[in-house]
């Protein structure tokens, strides 16, 4: 069974950092793009960054560009984000996710992780 | 930036067909994704490709395209349809990904 396992969420305070992991299971994790998503509460998906199979390519959304870091340990089927400088509007429940594409053209999610939670709150 | 524009909601009667659309410049050159989520749920994936099914969904969703708008369509909906669809794509170079702003089907 393909499965993802978010880790890491929990309450932090504004201006702190906070590094996510996504834990993959049932499939080779070095053949995917690994994405993130975010999705404050009660508001819709957004899409924040993705990392190539080989660790070696990143995008980001602008939104959080220069607070986020994505990076991989494919040896340790896990993927990790790091967040930093967290204001009050990150807090969001953050879910990792697999693409099923090949090409660097498409952004085509198919499996997610159930997420994380993140609350940052003073 | 890229956007993504979809109705906030659409309402349908049981057993009737909903059509969800999603409207982006970038759409003819970019596959676009389609995603239902219920309540306290992960999204789950419902249209690959603009208009591929993946297994175990059924027959009822299907997808097309035309031009710059991308239509998510369910025949004969269903009570267990109700949810948040979402569709997701890429702007014309591929640097980045957006989510349309997702809309509420209500089954009557």
């Known amino acids: 069974e393909v499965l993802l396992v978010e880790s890491g969420g929990g309450l932090i305070q504004p201006g702190g950092s906070l590094r996510l992991s996504c834990t993959a299971s049932?499939?080779?994790?070095?053949?995917?793009?690994m994405h993130w998503v975010r999705q404050a509460p009660g508001k819709g998906l957004v899409w924040l960054s993705r990392?190539?199979?080989?660790?070696?390519?990143?995008n980001f959304a602008d939104s959080v560009k220069g607070r986020l870091t994505i990076s991989r340990d494919n040896a340790k089927n896990t993927v990790y984000l790091q967040m930093n400088s967290l204001r009050v509007d990150d807090t969001a429940v953050y879910f990792c996710?697999?693409?099923?594409?090949?090409?660097?053209?498409?952004?085509?999610?198919?499996?997610w992780g159930q997420g994380t939670s993140v609350t940052v709150s003073s | 930036s890229y956007e993504l524009t979809q109705p906030p909601s659409v309402s349908v009667s049981l057993g009737q067909m909903a059509r969800i659309t999603c409207s982006g410049e970038?759409?003819?050159?970019?596959?676009s994704y389609w995603y239902q989520q219920k309540p306290g749920q992960a999204p789950m994936l419902v249209i690959y490709?603009?208009?591929e099914r993946p297994s175990g969904i059924p027959e009822r969703f299907s997808g097309s395209s035309s031009g710059t708008m991308f239509t998510l369509t369910i025949s004969g909906v269903q009570a267990e349809d109700e949810a948040d669809y979402y569709c997701?794509?890429?702007?014309?170079?591929?640097?980045?990904?957006?989510f349309g702003g997702g809309t509420q089907l209500t089954v009557l």
């Open positions: 996710a697999r693409d099923l594409e090949t090409s660097s053209s498409y952004y085509g999610i198919d499996v």
């Open positions: 049932g499939f080779t994790l070095s053949s995917h793009w």
């Open positions: 990392i190539s199979g080989d660790g070696k390519t990143r």
């Open positions: 970038a759409l003819p050159k970019k596959y």
């Open positions: 490709r603009d208009s």
């Open positions: 997701l794509s890429a702007d014309s170079s591929g640097s980045y990904a957006v």
